[in-house]
C-alpha cells in the first residue's frame, strides 16, 4: 500500500494492521495513547515481528537450517558470525540452528526488533555485549548448552574448538597455542567444568604462564595443557 503524505498517521495503523515485511527506521507515526510523534525506531509491532517469523518458519512454526540460512541471508550476516551467537542469547534460544515462535517474539520484543532493518540497527548493540566483561562471560556459559547435543552432557572437541575460535579466537593471546594442544590430546569431549574454567585460565593466567598455580583447582585438561606448553618452550 503506497504511503499518502498527508496521511501518515492513517499509513502508519494500516502498516500495523497488514503486517507489513519491511519498515524504515525514518519513518514516523503517532502514539494513539499520548499522540506524541515517535521515531519508527520505537513503535515496535507484534503483529509485524511474527509476520516476520513467518517468512523463515517452516509448518511447526519453528525457524530451522533453511529458514535460518536465508535469515542470516537478509541480514547480511554469516551464520558463523559471533552476532549470531549473541543474538540467539539474546532470545534465549535452546538448540544451534533453531528459533521457536516463542524464543523469537520474547526475544525480539526484548530487543524492539520487528523488520530485518531494526535488526540491523542493533549490531553495534550487539557487539557491545561482547566487550561487557559479565555479558561475555554469560554469553561464554550459555554458548555451551547452546552448542552441546541435547541427548549429551559434553561439548564434542570438534564443536568445542569451533566455539572457543568463535569467543576466545581474537583476544586470547594463547588461544592458538591452546587449539594446538586440543588438536593433539586425548580428548574428545568437553565438560562444562573444563569449558568454565578454559574463560578463567584465559583471563587470569599471563601468556608466559609464570603465574600458574600448579595446586589450585584447575581442571587437569588446563594442568596437562600448561605442562606440555612449558616444554614446548623449553626445546
Not at 552448542?147 to 559434553?154: E, L, N
Not at 583476544?171 to 586440543?182: A, D, N
Not at 595443557?225 to 616444554?231: A, S
Request: proline share 3%.
Amino acid at each position: 500500500m503506497p504511503v499518502k503524505k498527508k496521511r501518515k498517521s492513517a499509513a502508519a495503523a494500516a502498516a500495523d494492521e497488514t503486517g507489513l515485511k519491511k519498515c524504515k527506521l525514518g519513518s514516523y507515526c503517532r502514539s494513539q495513547a499520548s499522540g506524541k510523534v515517535i521515531s519508527g525506531e520505537e513503535h515496535f509491532s507484534s503483529k509485524k515481528c511474527l509476520a516476520w517469523f513467518y517468512e523463515y518458519a517452516g509448518p511447526d512454526e519453528v525457524v530451522g537450517p533453511e529458514g535460518m540460512e536465508k535469515f542470516c541471508e537478509d541480514i547480511g550476516v554469516e551464520p558463523e558470525n559471533i552476532i549470531m551467537l549473541v543474538l540467539a542469547w539474546k532470545l534465549e534460544a535452546e538448540s544451534m540452528g533453531f528459533f521457536t515462535k516463542e524464543e523469537w517474539l520474547k526475544g525480539m520484543t526484548s530487543l524492539q526488533c520487528d523488520c530485518t532493518e531494526k535488526l540491523q540497527s542493533k549490531f553495534d548493540f550487539l557487539r557491545s555485549q561482547l566487550n561487557d566483561i559479565s555479558s561475555f562471560k554469560n554469553i561464554y556459559r550459555y554458548a555451551f548448552d547452546f552448542a552441546r547435543d541435547k541427548d549429551q552432557r559434553s561439548l564434542d572437541i570438534d564443536t568445542a574448538k569451533s566455539m572457543l575460535a568463535l569467543l576466545l579466537g581474537r583476544t586470547w593471546p594463547l588461544f592458538s597455542v591452546f587449539y594446538q594442544y586440543l588438536e593433539q590430546s586425548k580428548y574428545r569431549v568437553m565438560n562444562k567444568d573444563q569449558w568454565y574454567n578454559v574463560l578463567e585460565f584465559s583471563r587470569t593466567v599471563h601468556a608466559d604462564l609464570s603465574n600458574y598455580d600448579e595446586d589450585g583447582a584447575w581442571p587437569v585438561l588446563l594442568d596437562e595443557f600448561v605442562e606440555w606448553q612449558k616444554v614446548r618452550q623449553v626445546s
